[in-house]
């Protein structure tokens, strides 16, 4: 029997896709799953008279393998992804390839590189996004870990990513260790704050203006043809005209409770760790929270007054404030994680291509949108950007947006329209945008309770000062240092 190109562990939504994307490629792919039914039903249904090679057990897969062998796992992150390598590990050799290929944490997948490349096996940690028919078609991916692994796979991951509408493999190389797992975390981050404008700009539409779900549909459509123009704007579009069997909106039966598996709040958590001000990404984990706590919410919608006004102004105005809105909330949200990105990038060594994640990002995955081919350029033009914000283009488009943008925050605050993630996009531009901030209140407010001390504006950076504020407090200052 030929042998196989790469062999994959895990015949779930996605792994049975990419394996079907990979045979459409022109790769044969030798398969395995715990449940070896899956196995058997999978290669008599779906991979009938494809070059795709069933198996019953780990050793079987591995020998099915052209050497060095190349085996992906598409399993449940955490300890699974450990138990799945411990036991392929006693038929696998050095030079042999593993690959995870789930939402792993960036730093479950640094230990592994180090661990396998202790036993001479190399280990590749790669972000895949674009769902179930990005799997089948061509997602992103985003590869990291042993870069000596790099030229094996990229044969196989850039023949089955996403393309550009130029034609180039939404896949390249993104960095050592946990640099691709850290790249998608963040790529799902975005995701998330990207969601969560949406849906509050939706709930503006459908509460403040009282607009159907015939009217918002319109209106995505519309949107989708603009600057927006987006997979998630796209799907959101389609979403708000689908109707069920009985002709009623599917949308309007849907709870109102989200769920989340981890990835978002991880990114949340890195920004807290590295310091950075990921303010939109947060409040958008933290919205999906509040959503959770649905009783709560029914009991307090009875007891807890808001607003009683109603929308007054144009409502055709409205809607293109919050086209206007939604954009510079957008950038925004990609700013602040790509400000992660660098300061990781820094703390890690990984020199991180900004550009090149942009185009990864660029077709196949959930976040893919127009104005990625904008933040490639402004990295290409500038590989040392600080901030997308300090770029020309899109500090223009906030600028051109930031009327429309306050219109609307000021409009959902008077109605009592929650926009947490908005309305943080508007605060952090606004913090950003400031030399000064009321930061020295907070240090003279530490210094007078803690003796954290302070810097002075007419002295260097570097020299701390104390002050004995209440004038009995003595003279001795706590040591300066920050997380």
Known sequence: MQ???IGLVGLAVMGENLVLNMASRGFNVAVFNRTTPVVDAFIAGRAAGKSIQGTH??????SRLERPRKVMLMVK????VDKVIESLLPFLEPGDIVIDGGNSEFRDSIRRTDQLGDRGILFIGTGVSGGEEGALKGPSIMPGGNPEAWPHVKPVFQAIAARTDQGEPCCEWVGRGGAGHFVKMVHNGIEYGDMQMICETYQMMSVGLGLSNEAMHKVFARWNDGVLDSYLVEITRDILGY???????TLDLILDTAGQKGT?????IEALNMGQPLTTIAEAVFARCLSALKDEREVASRLLSGPS?????????MIDDLEQALYASKIVSYAQGYQLMRAMSMEMDWDLDYGAVALMWRGGCIIRSRFLENIRDAFEKNPELANLLLDDFFARAIADAQTAWRR?????????VPMPAIGSALAYYDGYRSERLPANLLQAQRDFFGAHTYERIDRPRGEFFHTNWTGHGGDTASSTYNI
């Open 3 to 5: 042998k196989a190109d």
């Open 57 to 62: 057990s780990v050793e079987e897969l591995c």
């Open 77 to 80: 992150a955490g300890t699974v």
């Open 243 to 249: 109707k069920d069997e009985n002709g009623q909106a």
């Open 264 to 268: 978002g709040k991880w990114t949340g």
């Open 309 to 317: 006004s109603h929308f007054e102004g144009s409502t055709g105005s």
């Open 408 to 416: 609307v925050a000021a409009a959902a605050a008077t109605l009592g």
